[in-house]
């Protein structure tokens, strides 16, 4: 009898399983078009980006202070990636 209750115990517990990850994978399917709009919007801006003209800047001894290179990066991260200034920070690593 109780050889009987193990089996039936081990047979609905892998039914449930299977049962909760085929959920999982139905739910997953919700993202996918989440994801390609995402990359689809990526690859736009890097195109609209690669048709812009490269400039050159030269940069002087006197003006390469450490903030002037922080707003070099920030301006070509801006320019890169479409957000504003305020939508990201800057914090300064140290190594010991």
């Not at 999982?24 to 690859?43: R, Y």
């Not at 050159?56 to 070509?76: F, K, P, R």
């Amino acid at each position: 009898m109780l050889h009987a209750l193990l089996n039936v115990a081990l047979g609905m517990g892998s039914v449930f399983i299977v049962l909760i990850i085929i959920s999982l994978i139905i739910q997953c399917f919700n993202i996918f078009p989440m994801l390609e709009a995402k990359f689809k919007k990526n690859k736009k801006a890097t195109e609209e980006f690669k048709n812009e003209p490269i400039r050159e800047t030269v940069i002087d001894e006197e003006t390469s202070d450490d903030e002037a290179v922080v707003a070099a990066i920030m301006a070509a991260i801006t320019a890169y990636s479409g957000m504003s200034q305020d939508e990201f920070v800057v914090r300064s690593i140290v190594r010991r």
